[in-house]
């Protein structure tokens, strides 16, 4: 065992730069950092120290303090479901299904007569401004509202004193497996309960339930946890994979709380794997085409990683990867089919410099595997060995 800790950080939709097959989702000329970096001349002298500019044209760095490269996706979908699924060894060639334009009428029909509840909403939104629009509507006469946020997923919203926060987690358990159908498969159902008056309404984050769908194989987190390592997920990873492969959940709302909760955990004494997700690139910035905003975030992110990085022990990796892009300058509001940057950082590290490319997101996870000495996935190579 190299690594006694490992800790794999996905900044969730930060791609750099479209794929070879970008052109079949739409995506030619995406660049979520790139973007970003053109309009905002980004201030990141931590990310940069380390690799992450780099990646954006794989430039060779001989002052670099970490190895860098870039990771093509090969799994069929550019979800977070696909990205994360990837990066712990399994293969997908199914993606799930997004609704930007609204849900159609037949899973509409089927979630009223599923739940007895009448549907309001049917839109796409990434922030509260649904439940400020609809939030009196719906408490007055007991309806659902029902959105995406662009991802795949179908959102279920209700004010606590109009339907029990118990019932609307029961009535996205029934909508789960309504969605089961192909066509229709979207990756979580997300039951968003909400408080407050008029002008004032507030998601009850505490209360918030995801329902995803069982990852279709075995992964690398399952090869862990079969061998007593410790897999703690933080953010929304415990929702990506349903729970399966993960014994410490560990949740967070935001960028910020994730981070925290990620150095508390550093502080801990335990041998395998912790995993996080910075969802509010995706969330907040991406899908709402906000490039400040994203650019913000990339900065504040910035200022954190000499913290992480101090809090590393001389047997710990840090690897920091995205799992999709999301081009905050890009057309629509879905995210883009893009590589990913990937940095590896140890302070016991002697030859940082620039990696051949990742032709799967696997790699990633089978290096994680091949460092605990468990089942190698099924796809992916192993680095292991040329990280000196």
């Known amino acids: 065992m190299k690594f006694k800790r490992i800790f794999l950080m996905v900044l969730d939709s930060l791609g750099v730069g479209e794929t070879s097959d970008a052109l079949n989702f739409g995506d030619n000329g995406a660049n979520t950092l790139g973007h970003i970096n053109e309009q905002c001349d980004l201030f990141i002298p931590n990310l940069k120290k380390i690799g992450f500019l780099d990646t954006l044209n794989m430039n060779e760095n001989d002052k670099v303090e970490a190895y860098y490269t870039i990771a093509k996706p090969i799994n069929a979908g550019k979800d977070s479901l696909n990205g994360h699924y ?23 029909t089927g979630i009223e007569q599923t739940t007895g509840r009448m549907i309001i909403g049917n839109k796409c939104c990434n922030d509260d401004s649904i439940i400020q629009e609809l939030g009196e509507r719906q408490a007055s006469y007991g309806s659902l509202i029902v959105y995406t946020s662009a991802d795949s997923d179908l959102q279920v919203a209700a004010h606590e004193d109009s339907i029990p926060i118990a019932t609307l987690h029961q009535y996205c358990e029934k909508i789960r497996a309504l969605t089961l159908k192909e066509e229709w498969r979207v990756g979580r ?39 007593s390592y410790n897999v703690i997920g933080i953010g929304k990873i415990n929702d990506i994979f349903d729970g399966q492969g993960i014994n410490k959940i560990i949740k967070a709302s935001s960028n910020a709380e994730a981070i925290n909760k990620l150095t508390d955990i550093m502080d801990k004494s335990f041998t ?40 590393l022990e001389l047997e710990d990796l840090l690897i920091i990867t995205a799992d999709h892009g999301n081009d905050p300058t890009f057309q629509g509001n879905d995210h883009t089919r893009e590589n990913v940057p990937v940095i590896l950082y140890s302070r016991n590290f002697k030859n940082n410099k620039r990696l051949p490319a990742f032709e799967t997101f696997a790699n990633i996870g089978a290096t994680i595997a091949d460092n605990f000495n468990v089942s190698l996935p099924p ?10």
Not at 189 to 200: D, E, Y
Not at 379 to 388: D, T, V
């Open 86 to 108: 990837e990066m712990m060894g399994i293969k997908s060639d199914i993606p799930f299904q997004t609704f930007n334009s609204g849900f159609p009428y037949e899973i509409l």
């Open 189 to 227: 159902v997300i039951a968003r309960p909400f408080t407050g008056t008029k002008g004032n309404y507030k998601f009850i984050h505490t209360s918030r339930k995801d329902f995803a769908i069982k990852p279709p194989t075995k992964s690398v987190l399952d090869s862990l946890l079969e061998e």
């Open 379 to 388: 796809i992916g190579k192993s680095i292991l060995n040329e990280l000196e």
């Open 272 to 311: 395998g794997l912790c995993m996080v997700n910075l969802s509010d690139f995706d969330s907040l910035y991406g899908h709402t085409r906000d490039i400040e905003g994203y650019a913000r975030a990339i900065e504040e992110l910035d200022v954190d990683i000499p913290i992480i990085l101090n809090k």
